[in-house]
């Protein structure tokens, strides 16, 4: 009989919600169980973690072998590091201080990814600004560009008709000149 600590699905369609259980093996993955030690809700940002450590512990102690999804939940919430301390025998001072280092590092670990995603939001505003700045500029001057070569079209025109006109006068008074 190989008893094994795992996840039991339950809440509704596209919406789970797992007790963390120790099972037989041979036990459909939502059917019978021995114990439940703890839940585990991955709807709620963070994912909402409860166990019961005592009863976690004297399973594991029993030789139960967790599921590789239960291994990284108790590796999150450091009772695998105090389970590997005690299972080597560790002093409980040592534990406890390995611990409280473990949660630091954590601690430590999650500052600096939120700081990470504080400045690459920041990056992205800048960028975002600079793309509307440059996108403004580009459109004013397409506009400008268009009223001026509107103008334009309509003086040349008139430009032109009056340098025809001067050139018709100037032959004239050339052919004038030449008579006189």
Do not use: C
Not at 7 to 14: C, H, I, N, P, S
Not at 48 to 65: A, C, F, P, T, Y
Not at 71 to 82: V, Y
Not at 99 to 105: A, G, Y
């Amino acid at each position: 009989m190989a008893v094994r600590m795992r996840l039991r699905r339950m809440g509704r369609k596209k919406k789970p919600f797992y007790r963390i259980v120790v099972a037989e093996s041979r036990f459909a993955r939502d059917g019978r169980f021995i114990e439940a030690v703890g839940y585990y809700n991955p709807m709620t940002k963070p994912a909402d973690i409860s166990l019961k450590e005592d009863r976690i512990m004297h399973w594991l102690s029993n030789g139960v072998q967790p599921s590789k999804t239960v291994k990284n939940i108790l590796q999150d919430k450091g009772l695998w590091l105090k389970w590997d301390l005690t299972k080597k025998k560790e002093d409980p001072a040592k534990i406890e201080a390995e611990l409280k280092k473990w949660q630091e590092e954590k601690e430590l670990k999650l500052k600096r990814i939120e700081a990470e995603k504080a400045q690459q939001a920041k990056e992205t505003k800048k960028v975002e600004k600079k793309e509307a700045v440059k996108e403004e500029p580009k459109e004013e001057p397409k506009e400008e560009v268009k009223e001026e070569a509107k103008v334009a079209a309509e003086e040349a025109p008139k430009e032109e008709a009056a340098e025809v006109k001067k050139e018709d006068a100037a032959p004239a008074e050339e052919s004038e000149k030449a008579d006189a």
